[in-house]
């Protein structure tokens, strides 16, 4: 029962929000998070968003790494840049170096379709356009039955489920957050490439609050500035 009612909230709440686009986080021209593995800080992952004539990029950063008794076991840096044009999403690549190991992805808009265009370096193809890039920031995530990697390209197939109602503090702060949980529908995955995921936004702004995961590991995004 209680998941039914869990499952009504959720449809209610997407209902509500059937117009949701980046233009929800008009106000905000920069989010940092600290990553946590294991409750130490390992490292970062940065936004910064421009706009102009109704035109939006976000470039985003995300850096860390795993030590050991003052050595580096695990280097991780990732630089990308996604596009929208009048809230309408346009195009995304990033390069990353994943412990020495170089990966891409470059998504561009197929002018006949309007459907996605991947190069990445695990799936070159085309893509419905009603995916989303899994960037994390924008709570439209919750309503797709597919996001992309950011990294690599690969198209995720994922069922989300809405948890419920949850506080969440991050030092002294108190956040009233909707809680989510991201996984594979694919149930032949290995167990590295399934995705779970628990993804916590604000109660009316979907400000991208805090994200955990366990592999190897357990591992979580908080928020650190909003501005």
């Given at each position: 029962?209680?998941?039914?009612?869990?499952?009504?909230?959720?449809?209610?709440?997407?209902?509500?929000?059937?117009?949701?686009?980046?233009?929800?986080?008009?106000?905000?021209?920069?989010?940092?998070?600290?990553?946590?593995?294991?409750?130490?800080?390992?490292?970062?992952?940065?936004?910064?968003?421009?706009?102009?004539?109704?035109?939006l990029k976000i470039d985003n950063e995300v850096s860390f790494k795993i030590t050991k008794?003052?050595?580096?076991?695990?280097?991780?840096?990732?630089?990308?840049?996604?596009?929208?044009?009048?809230?309408?999403?346009?195009?995304?690549?990033?390069?990353?170096?994943?412990?020495?190991?170089?990966?891409?992805?470059?998504?561009?808009?197929?002018?006949?379709?309007?459907?996605?265009?991947?190069?990445?370096?695990?799936?070159?193809?085309?893509?419905?356009?009603?995916?989303?890039?899994?960037?994390?920031?924008?709570?439209?995530?919750?309503?797709?039955?597919?996001?992309?990697?950011?990294?690599?390209?690969?198209?995720?197939?994922?069922?989300?489920?809405?948890?419920?109602?949850?506080?969440?503090?991050?030092?002294?702060?108190?956040?009233?957050?909707?809680?989510?949980?991201?996984?594979?529908?694919?149930?032949?995955?290995?167990?590295?490439?399934?995705?779970?995921?628990?993804?916590?936004?604000?109660?009316?702004?979907?400000?991208?609050?805090?994200?955990?995961?366990?592999?190897?590991?357990?591992?979580?995004?908080?928020?650190?500035?909003?501005?």
């Amino acid at each position: 029962m209680k998941k039914f009612l869990l499952s009504i909230t959720l449809i209610l709440l997407l209902s509500s929000e059937n117009n949701a686009h980046v233009d929800h986080y008009s106000k905000y021209n920069y989010l940092e998070y600290e990553l946590f593995r294991n409750n130490k800080l390992i490292g970062y992952h940065k936004y910064k968003f421009y706009r102009e004539n109704g035109n939006l990029k976000i470039d985003n950063e995300v850096s860390f790494k795993i030590t050991k008794l003052g050595v580096d076991l695990y280097k991780y840096y990732a630089k990308g840049l996604e596009t929208y044009e009048n809230g309408v999403f346009s195009g995304f690549k990033s390069e990353t170096n994943q412990n020495k190991k170089e990966k891409y992805v470059n998504i561009s808009i197929d002018p006949n379709d309007k459907n996605l265009i991947i190069d990445g370096s695990s799936y070159k193809g085309k893509a419905d356009k009603n995916m989303i890039i899994g960037t994390w920031w924008n709570h439209e995530i919750v309503q797709k039955k597919a996001q992309i990697s950011a990294v690599s390209g690969r198209i995720i197939e994922q069922k989300v489920e809405f948890i419920g109602k949850e506080e969440v503090k991050i030092g002294n702060k108190t956040y009233n957050t909707l809680r989510f949980n991201f996984s594979s529908s694919d149930p032949s995955l290995s167990r590295d490439k399934k995705l779970n995921t628990d993804i916590w936004y604000e109660e009316g702004t979907y400000l991208w609050i805090k994200a955990a995961f366990d592999k190897t590991g357990y591992w979580e995004y908080r928020l650190k500035k909003a501005e």
